[in-house]
């Protein structure tokens, strides 16, 4: 622990996501090295001990370095971490890439957790789903429904800045870390996502992350890289105009450009949210590949 205070609210989140760990008496969580799911499983580790393991995804959709500070994590906080190969690339349903791709991602990662957890006889298995995680669409959830997956800083009504504030709190090193996503994301629906272009947009968000660039995302459209990044830092693209240029050029883009309305994260579901048929409306949502 260090000096920092947490608000009375927060503390009381705080205790009550350590009760709920506590009731779960083993659990298996998924960790991706992200504020989210260090929380969960620095939590579970404190309360459990050994009855708390951390599973991490290989998988060719993870970004490249994320699962090394991944591991640092891991040991700082002296927790076991079986990592285990996911298949998501085998998977039609996935690599179609339709709005429910996020289903079949989680599927596959959760069925991999399940599987440790009974080879190990735990008793749960959890994810580090937040409070705030409910206001867009999401069908990941749908699998973790599906595989009785625990959600507990959802359960304890725990948000993202509150999330950041226990982790500052605990002393965590990556208590900022900015957000990410799996690199199939990136990604417009129906755009077929194959290992040879997430390893382009990989090698892209490689060059965003060397030129000091930390919140940001780097999307596919066929021949164009469109950037998005923080609005403040739209003129530190331009400074960098043109190694950027160069750089996303070498990985295969004809053309790269800059997104002006910045980062936002969900941005891949506007054609959704505008379309009247859209998967987002609140009594609608569905599977569209079964």
């Excluded at 205790?15 to 298996?28: A, G, P, Q």
């Excluded at 190990?120 to 990941?140: E, L, N, Q, V």
């Excluded at 002006?260 to 998967?279: A, F, V």
Aim: some cysteine.
């Amino acid at each position: 622990m260090n000096d920092n205070i947490l608000s009375q609210d927060t503390m009381g989140k705080y205790l009550f996501l350590r009760k709920i760990i506590e009731d779960m008496d083993s659990v298996v969580v998924g960790f991706s090295g992200g504020v989210d799911s260090t929380i969960v499983l620095k939590v579970a580790y404190d309360v459990l001990g050994s009855k708390a393991i951390g599973v991490i995804g290989d998988s060719e959709a993870f970004p490249e370095g994320e699962v090394e500070s991944a591991l640092k994590i891991a040991r700082e906080i002296g927790v076991e971490i079986v990592r285990t190969p996911t298949h998501e690339l085998s998977n039609i349903h996935f690599r179609v890439n339709n709005p429910d791709r996020c289903y079949h991602c989680k599927t596959e990662l959760f069925g991999q957790l399940r599987r440790v957890a009974d080879e190990r006889g735990i008793s749960w298995i959890a994810d580090g789903s937040h409070a705030g995680d409910t206001g867009d669409y999401r069908p990941g959830m749908i699998a973790a429904r599906e595989k009785s997956v625990r959600s507990p800083l959802q359960e304890a009504g725990i948000n993202k800045s509150e999330i950041r504030e226990i982790a500052r709190f605990m002393g965590l090193s990556n208590w900022d870390k900015p957000s990410f996503a799996c690199l199939s994301s990136r990604f417009p629906y129906g755009t077929e996502i194959t290992s040879e272009l997430l390893a382009q947009v990989d090698g892209c968000e490689k060059v965003m992350r060397e030129l000091g660039f930390r919140q940001f995302r780097v999307r596919h459209h066929d021949t164009i890289c469109r950037l998005e990044v923080e609005p403040q830092d739209i003129p530190r693209v331009l400074e960098f105009r043109e190694v950027i240029n160069t750089r996303m050029k070498e990985v295969g883009y004809l053309y790269v450009t800059l997104d002006l309305e910045g980062y936002r994260t969900g941005k891949m579901n506007d054609p959704l949210r505008q379309s009247e048929n859209s998967l987002l409306r609140k009594d609608e949502i569905q599977l569209t590949v079964k």
